[in-house]
């Protein structure tokens, strides 16, 4: 199993970014799929993440309301579309694959991509 997460750069602060996570080795619909990102000096936390099956989506607060997860079966894809990025966002953001998204959803994780950064300059 591979991940690879993409997309990331340096924005201003109100740009948006969409970073991709793609999967090779196992079909991302059958299992969750989590963001997590984690900024200089501080641990890593979860961003967003979708279930499998139906796929229910949940965000944390930070990211409420601006962040969308989403999952394409076709490209074995997904994909986190970032809006109105202010520079707390900026991190490295990895993606990550398990079973489900109960929370503490890192624990459940089962494989982990490298990340790909975000700078987002005020």
């Known amino acids: 199993v591979q991940l690879q997460a993409s997309g990331g750069g340096l924005v201003q602060a109100g740009d948006s970014l969409r970073l991709s996570c793609a999967a090779s080795g196992i079909r991302l619909d059958y299992n969750a799929i989590a963001w997590f990102r984690q900024a200089p000096g501080k641990e890593r936390e979860e961003a967003s993440c979708?279930?499998?099956?139906?796929?229910?989506?949940t965000y944390v607060d930070p990211v409420q309301g601006r962040f969308t997860i989403s999952r394409d079966n076709a490209a074995n894809a997904v994909y986190l579309q970032m809006n109105n990025l202010k520079p707390e966002d900026a991190a490295v953001y990895y993606c990550a694959i398990g079973a489900n998204c109960i929370r503490p959803i890192e624990y459940g994780m089962e494989y982990w991509g490298k990340g790909t950064l975000v700078t987002v300059s005020s």
């Open positions: 979708i279930s499998p099956g139906n796929g229910r989506t």
